[in-house]
C-alpha cells in the first residue's frame, strides 16, 4: 500500500509516469473514407484537419455502442483508436463495407506499443509515434522496433511505470469509463455523457435516428456519472442504487478508493432525476452522493 501511495502522489503532484497497455489502432484511406467514416461514426469527419484529433462512437442501428473511439487525421489516413476490447470489432465494422466504395481499412495494432505518458511536458525524441491527448498528459502509439527507446528516455526522466491498481484508480477518479465495466453492447451512446463525442448537424449516421431523438428530447433516462461515499463504505461494481424510500435510481459500474479525497468514489449510472450533483442515494444500505465528473 506504501509503495501505491508514493505512485499515486508521484502522478498527482504533476510529475512523470507511464502506463503499458493492448489497445487497437486502424487506419482508414482513400478518395471516400469521408464519406464512409461519416456513415459510421457519431462525430464529423470532415472539418478534422491533418493533425487535429476527435472522440465519436461506432453504434449499432439501435443506437447502442460497439465502440468508443478516437480519431485524427495524417494527411490522407484516418487513424482510429480504440481499446483492446473494441479493436476487432471497429475493424469488422470498417471491414465490410470496403467493397462497396474507393477506401481501405488497416489494423496497425499489432506494428505498435500503447504508452500512456502522465506528463504534459514531455516530448519524445524517438520517432514514428501517433499521438492522442489525454487528461494530464499524452497517449502514443510507438512503432514497435522504437519502443526500447522511448521508455529508455521515460526512465531517463525517473518516470515510474504505474500498476494496473494505480491506473484503476486514475482513471476513475479522471471519470474516464472503459469497456466491459462501464459501457457495454446494450449502452445507448448518450448515456455515456461525452457530448463532444457526437455531432447533431451532420448529416445520417447509422443509429443517428436514436440519438438525435434522445437528444431532441431532452435528455437520456440514465447518464453515467459519480458516486462518493465514506472510506469505509462496502460499494462494489453491480450493486444497484436505491432512493430512500426504495425507488430505483441506478446502478455502480467501477469503484475504488481515492487518496485524495479520502473516500470511496464510482461511476455508476444514474437515472435522470437524481442526477443533480449532491443528490443522496443508497447503495445497499450504504450512503453515496451522486457527483459530477470528473472527481479531480
Do not use: W
Request: hydrophobic share 40%; charged share 25%; aromatic share 10%.
Amino acid at each position: 500500500m506504501t509503495d501505491l501511495k508514493s505512485s499515486y502522489d508521484h502522478i498527482r503532484s504533476g510529475r512523470t509516469g507511464f502506463y503499458q497497455q493492448r489497445r487497437g489502432l486502424i487506419s482508414v484511406r482513400g478518395s471516400e473514407a469521408v464519406q464512409f467514416l461519416d456513415g459510421l461514426i457519431s462525430n464529423d469527419v470532415k472539418p478534422l484537419e491533418d493533425g487535429a484529433q476527435m472522440r465519436a462512437a461506432f453504434p449499432t442501428a439501435q443506437g447502442r455502442l460497439i465502440a468508443a473511439v478516437r480519431v485524427t487525421r495524417q494527411g490522407e489516413a484516418f487513424l482510429i483508436e480504440t481499446e483492446d476490447a473494441t479493436r476487432h470489432k471497429v475493424f469488422d465494422n470498417l471491414f465490410r463495407f470496403t467493397m462497396a466504395g474507393d477506401f481501405s481499412v488497416e489494423d496497425l495494432s499489432d506494428t505498435y506499443r500503447f504508452i500512456r505518458v502522465f506528463d504534459r511536458s514531455f516530448i519524445p525524441i524517438t520517432p514514428p509515434f501517433v499521438e492522442f491527448d489525454m487528461k494530464g498528459g499524452t497517449d502514443y502509439f510507438v512503432h514497435r522496433e522504437d519502443a526500447y527507446d522511448f521508455l529508455g528516455e521515460l526512465k531517463y526522466l525517473q518516470s515510474i511505470e504505474i500498476s494496473d491498481e494505480l491506473f484503476e484508480t486514475l482513471r476513475i477518479e479522471d471519470g474516464l469509463p472503459i469497456y466491459g465495466s462501464d459501457m457495454d453492447e446494450n449502452t445507448i451512446v448518450p448515456e455515456i455523457g461525452i457530448e463532444d463525442m457526437i455531432s447533431y448537424t451532420k448529416g445520417c449516421y447509422i443509429g443517428q435516428e436514436i440519438i438525435a431523438r434522445i437528444h431532441f428530447r431532452g435528455h437520456v433516462a440514465k447518464r453515467l456519472a459519480g458516486i462518493a461515499s465514506g472510506q469505509d463504505a462496502d460499494l462494489s461494481p453491480g450493486k444497484e442504487l436505491t432512493t430512500k424510500d426504495g425507488k430505483n435510481a441506478g446502478r455502480i459500474t467501477s469503484v475504488t478508493i481515492s487518496p485524495k479525497l479520502q473516500k470511496a468514489i464510482g461511476l455508476a449510472y444514474v437515472r435522470y432525476d437524481y442526477l443533480k450533483s449532491g443528490t443522496e442515494l443508497l447503495a445497499e444500505g450504504a450512503a453515496v452522493e451522486v457527483t459530477e465528473l470528473p472527481f479531480v
